[in-house]
């Protein structure tokens, strides 16, 4: 079963057997046994760990009799603020699920930070975020202005020279207005899904 697994992700992701073994540190000999001869040959422990993040999924699937792909792995990479935009670290990794239908490449997960865009995101949900996608106005957006990482809708009036990122609650937490001259560094990923907290 894991050899057809690997066979079945190699041609998902479009790598050859080569590339495989070159990441594992192993021969292309070792990496076409586990494919062509499941029943002789199989990856250790290791390789399996190290072909789960490879592949972005999960080493039980890999071992599994199920042919399902049920989660692919996505890294959370910190916190972000859903209030005072702050300067998070957001260099570290935790492996997260995210269903497979809600997969794209490049994905990565942020910890929501206080109740700015409360009720939609609350202060500890897990937010799936996308970048290198196109954000229409109007879009819930995790953003990282100037090194401070946060929440909000973006929008951009008709002229295209005013970017605001405007928080859902807006009693307690004020827009940030940005005009498109203005000598600011701002990285943008559209927020795809959600895992609430209590989930």
């Not at 295209?160 to 990923?189: F, Q, R």
């Amino acid at each position: 079963m894991i050899g057809k697994k690997i066979s079945e992700l190699k041609d998902e992701k479009k790598v050859s057997v080569q590339q495989i073994a070159d990441y594992l540190g192993t021969s292309r000999s070792s990496v076409s046994g586990w494919i062509n001869e499941p029943e002789k040959r199989s990856p250790n422990p290791e390789q399996i760990y190290m072909l789960s993040k490879f592949f972005n999924v999960s080493g039980d699937y890999l071992i599994s009799e199920s042919s399902l792909i049920k989660n692919r792995i996505i890294p959370l990479i910190g916190k972000s603020s859903c209030g005072v935009p702050k300067d998070y670290d957001l260099n570290g990794y935790d492996p997260i699920p995210v269903p497979v239908d809600m997969f794209k490449t490049g994905m990565y997960a942020v910890e929501a930070d206080g109740n700015s865009m409360q009720p939609k995101i609350n202060d500890g949900d897990i937010v799936y975020c996308c970048p290198n996608r196109i954000i229409d106005s109007g879009k819930i957006v995790h953003y990282n202005l100037n090194g401070e990482s946060g929440i909000k809708r973006y929008k951009i009036n008709e002229a295209g020279t005013i970017i605001s990122l405007i928080p859902l609650n807006t009693e307690e937490y004020d827009v940030i207005t940005i005009h498109c001259d203005d000598p600011v560094e701002l990285k943008m990923a559209l927020v795809v899904g959600k895992i609430d907290k209590d989930f």
